[in-house]
Nanobody, 133 residues
Framework: EVQLVESGGGLVQPGGSLKLSCATS????????MNWVRQAPGKGLEWIAA????????YYADSVRGRFHISRDNAKNTLYLQMNSLKTEDSAKYYC??????????????????????????WGQGTQVTVST
């Protein structure tokens, strides 16, 4: 059974930091590109970051570029998202998603991408991040 389990969300003040994790099982983690997608209340899914199978190519939406860093540990089958300089508009449910069906290279130079569920093969259940005073 494929499982992606996010953790690390919570309440943080503007300007603060959080690190999200996504523990996976049931598929060959090192063979898939991995992604973070978020959904703010009342809004659609927004792709924010991707990393290739080897972990040496990363892609970011403009909304998080320079503040967030995606990484992976293939030995631990785990994906990470380090979030710094958090803003109130970063408040959302954050999902990890495996295998962008169009190919990770399609995300290169992508400044913004409104994702759909079918764009990715596997999804986690999400972890809530709230940025507020």
């Amino acid at each position: 059974e494929v499982q992606l389990v996010e953790s690390g969300g919570g309440l943080v003040q503007p300007g603060g930091s959080l690190k999200l994790s996504c523990a996976t099982s049931g598929f060959t983690f090192s063979s898939y590109d991995m992604n973070w997608v978020r959904q703010a209340p009342g809004k659609g899914l927004e792709w924010i970051a991707a990393i290739n199978e080897a972990g040496d190519s990363m892609y970011y939406a403009d909304s998080v570029r320079g503040r967030f860093h995606i990484s992976r540990d293939n030995a631990k089958n785990t994906l990470y998202l380090q979030m710094n300089s958090l803003k109130t508009e970063d408040s959302a449910k954050y999902y990890c998603a495996a295998d962008f069906r169009a190919g990770i290279q399609a995300l290169d130079h992508m400044t913004h991408f409104d994702a759909q569920r079918d764009d990715f093969r596997h999804w986690g259940q999400g972890t809530q991040v709230t940025v507020s005073t």
